[in-house]
């Protein structure tokens, strides 16, 4: 296998400033979940959904509405029109968080990498966050699309890619999953997705200069043969989730090769990793990356937490697992190295390589951290 990593070790530093997260204010637990859930789908046995709910991994889920208005949320129209204000809304809140944590100006900004893909918005999101934010009008703008799950890592290593040229680059990414739910799809993959994803945003600050975790390198992969396992079906219903139940032994049987592969190009081996930062895409997907890299227990416990506090908010999740591990004083030996990884639609992959070792928890680490 042929790789190709943008390598940001050798040419001029590139480093995390900071990272922030942001939530809607309505939640769900599991018994809640298992109420709505047993409504929708009254052809299921009442038993197995609660089965399902209660393995899941998710404790707790934040919802731009209250679980009634998402099912009565109408056409694709009404669901992409509710996308554009909570949407806006929240990235703005992520990214000023942010900001405030890496101690940067609105106008120290030279560039935006904004992901998102559960709705639809031309222009992007990121035209909104210009005035709301106080951004520069000469900006670089790089709104990016249709990467689901993946977007989050693969922005955040086009960040430091920008960054090494000597840019402070903003990376937001927003995903309100409830709104692609389709409440008169009575799949099981239907039932899986509205048990799995939730609604939130991230926002992170890369710079040429640190402190903060350095970014020393980040690739892309392609899984051949998997483009039919995770995506969108796109028609008038909306966004009906593909998520098939082959993906798990697909992440468990392709991704060790490929991360050895990645991690080969960059000069090293799997063996130096001593912190994983994997997007929590379900307890399944994660049990698998356990068992493949023989982690102990605990070797994926910040991605375990956010599927457990906030579920899986697709684009923003590896964001929210990065700060999670970071505000919790996550450490590593001097010679070790961080990866952080995640899985899209394609099946495609995004890894990212980062120095861990000189990595302080910010000042108000708590603050917004859940």
């Known amino acids: 296998m042929h790789s190709n990593p943008m390598i940001l070790a050798r040419s ?112 992007a999101l990121d035209v909104g966050l210009v005035p709301r934010l106080g951004l520069r009008h000469d900006l670089r703008r790089f709104p990016i699309t249709e990467l689901g799950c993946a977007a989050g890592a693969l922005a955040l290593g086009l960040a430091g890619s920008l960054a090494r040229t000597g840019q402070t680059v903003l990376v937001t990414a927003v995903e309100l999953c409830s709104l692609t739910l389709c409440p008169g799809d009575r799949s099981r993959t239907n039932l899986v997705a509205s048990v799995l994803f939730g609604d939130g945003a991230a926002a992170a600050l890369v710079r040429p200069e640190g402190p903060g975790p350095r970014l020393l390198a980040s690739g892309s992969r392609l899984i051949p043969d998997s483009a039919g396992v995770m995506g969108f079906d796109v028609g008038s219903h909306g966004l009906r989730i593909v998520l098939e139940r082959e993906l798990p032994g697909i992440v468990a049987e392709r991704l060790p090769p490929a991360v050895a592969d990645f991690m080969r190009a960059c000069g090293t081996t799997p063996e130096r990793l001593g912190l994983h930062l994997v997007h929590p895409g379900g307890r399944k997907i994660l049990e698998a990356y356990e068992q493949r890299f023989g982690l102990a227990p605990g070797g994926l416990i910040h991605s375990r937490r956010v599927l457990s506090e906030s579920g899986n908010l697709s684009s923003a999740s590896i964001l929210a697992v990065l700060e999670q591990a970071w505000a919790r004083g996550e450490r590593v030996r001097a010679e070790q190295l961080a990866l952080l990884l995640a899985i899209g639609p394609g099946l495609s992959l995004e890894l990212s390589l980062l120095d861990w070792s000189e990595v302080e928890p910010w000042p108000d680490a708590s603050r917004g951290v859940r």
């Open 12 to 123: 001029q530093p590139a480093f995390v400033a900071s990272v922030a997260t942001a939530f809607p204010e309505h939640t769900v637990d599991q018994g809640r979940t298992i109420d709505v859930l047993q409504r929708l789908f009254p052809e299921e046995d009442p038993g197995r959904v609660e089965s399902l709910v209660r393995r899941s991994g998710v404790q707790r889920r934040f919802l731009v509405e209250p679980p009634e208005a998402v099912l009565d949320a109408g056409d694709f129209t009404g669901r992409n029109r509710r996308y554009h204000g909570a949407a806006l809304e929240l990235s703005a809140r992520a990214a000023e968080l942010a900001l405030e944590r890496a101690g940067i100006e609105p106008g120290e900004v030279d560039a935006i990498v904004d992901v998102s893909c559960t709705g639809i918005a031309i222009p």
